[in-house]
């Protein structure tokens, strides 16, 4: 009997993310034929390769926010962490001089170390998520303006490290497609692996859906949730130096609203929050259709307070769906 109701549960489960998968993306369909049909310089090629380099950065960083967010936990400490990771990639390429992979790893690692800390407040010293990561966004946010001195890390002298985002490895004809697009998608399809094939996934689903009857199953849960705000880190760490290469500096200022769009991103891709469910591919879906409507409304020439507006109202109709998908459970 409790096979039956577990299947039944997991099947309404199914059903529920696929069907919002459907919604968001007809919703960005439905975006892409109104700014289509509204302005003809929307679907020009150029303006389809900002949008997707705008969705790039959002984008790594709401894959990232999307384990987190099924366990049932948040991390605003995301867009911080992500100018910490840019400004420690500076400091290992202009200050210690050392190869441009190595400024790269230095990036990825400092964002996977931010990301453990935080973990680590919160599964063992059990300190509440908003709490926990609220402190490391602060923490990160003051270390950048300490260590490069208020004033922005530029990469004059190393023209290759720039060419990790914008360069262009996979050569189309007719098609200059820069290579944070690539690494996005690539970083997608990673992050599907792992959270459908992997052990990691599999516990990640577990924690969101009931933290207690998994540690009464033998979880070691604190781990587990370590692993996964590290995991976060790690892409908050690639989205870090992803953005260093694109501006061709590390801008100490930058970072703090960023983990707010990719929150937005994760909602809006169907990601519950309170956790147990939720979807890579939703999340790309979620990081385009914030893309598409930012850059569809600065098309229009809507003034950018009003286009803040709009998106505040996006999110608040996705979490309010969300709510009503939880209520019909």
């Known amino acids: 009997m409790i096979d039956i109701a577990v299947f039944k549960k997991q099947r309404a489960s199914l059903k529920s993310s696929a069907t919002q998968k459907i919604w968001a993306f007809s919703s960005l369909i439905i975006l892409v034929l109104v700014f289509s049909l509204s302005s003809s310089n929307f679907l020009r090629f150029d303006n389809v390769v900002g949008i997707m380099l705008s969705t790039a950065v959002i984008g790594v960083l709401a894959l990232g926010s999307t384990f987190v967010i099924i366990t049932g936990g948040i991390d605003l400490a995301v867009g911080t962490v992500m100018t910490f990771s840019s400004v420690m990639t500076g400091v290992v390429i202009t200050f210690w001089h050392l190869p441009v992979p190595l400024g790269i ?56 490290f720039g060419q990790f985002s914008m360069g262009s490895l996979i050569a189309i004809p007719g098609m200059d497609i820069p290579n944070a697009v690539w690494i996005f998608f690539g970083a997608a399809i990673i992050a599907s692996l792992l959270l459908t094939k992997t052990i990691i996934g599999r516990y990640t689903f577990a924690l969101g859906s009931n933290e207690e009857a998994t540690r009464l199953s033998g979880v070691n849960v604190c781990r587990w949730k370590i692993i996964v705000y590290a995991l976060t880190g790690v892409f908050s760490g690639i989205a870090g130096v992803m953005m260093a290469s694109r501006l061709n500096s590390a801008q100490p200022a930058l970072g703090q609203g960023y983990e707010l769009e990719a929150i937005a991103a994760v909602v809006i891709g169907g990601t519950s929050l309170s956790g147990g469910q939720g979807s890579i591919l939703g999340t790309v879906i979620g990081a385009l259709i914030m893309s598409v409507l930012t850059n569809g409304l600065r098309i229009l020439s809507v003034p950018q307070e009003w286009q803040t507006v709009i998106v505040g109202i996006v999110v608040m109709m996705a979490v309010f769906a969300d709510i009503v998908r939880r209520r019909k459970k």
């Open 105 to 160: 790893v230095g990036g990825i690692i400092t964002g996977a170390v931010c990301g453990l800390i935080s973990g680590y407040a919160v599964a063992r010293m059990k300190i509440p998520p908003f709490i926990a990561t609220l402190a490391m966004m602060m923490v990160t946010k003051g270390l950048s303006l300490v260590i490069s001195g208020t004033k922005p890390i530029y990469f004059n002298d190393t023209p290759a």
